[in-house]
């Protein structure tokens, strides 16, 4: 519940921002779609471009948490079991067979 706070709360801000500088600019009712006019009402301009620029914050927002994993998370979320991890990671387990050699 956290991180989606942490990515949706300031996404929204960015969105809020996002509408008032681009509809400052441009007139909603004057926005064409693939050279034909959007046929909307003004509300539904702002209401769809609001959603719009909230999804693209928070993608965005999503992407920087992604990236701000630490080695702890990723290590934790291995697929592989712990004898069928590579040589040298920290959490494989040596397999009895494998300690003597020839």
Known sequence: MRRAIWILWPSFIVAGIAETAFFTLFDPMELTVLGQPAGLSRIAVYSLGF????????????????????????????????????VGCPRREERPDSAGGP
Not at 56 to 81: H, K, M, V, W
Request: aromatic letters at 16%; hydrophobic letters at 45%.
């Open 51 to 86: 959603f719009v620029f909230w999804g693209f914050a928070a993608a965005s927002s999503a992407f920087t948490c992604f990236l701000q994993r630490g080695s702890a998370d990723i290590n934790r979320l291995c697929p592989l079991e712990a004898p069928d991890r590579p």
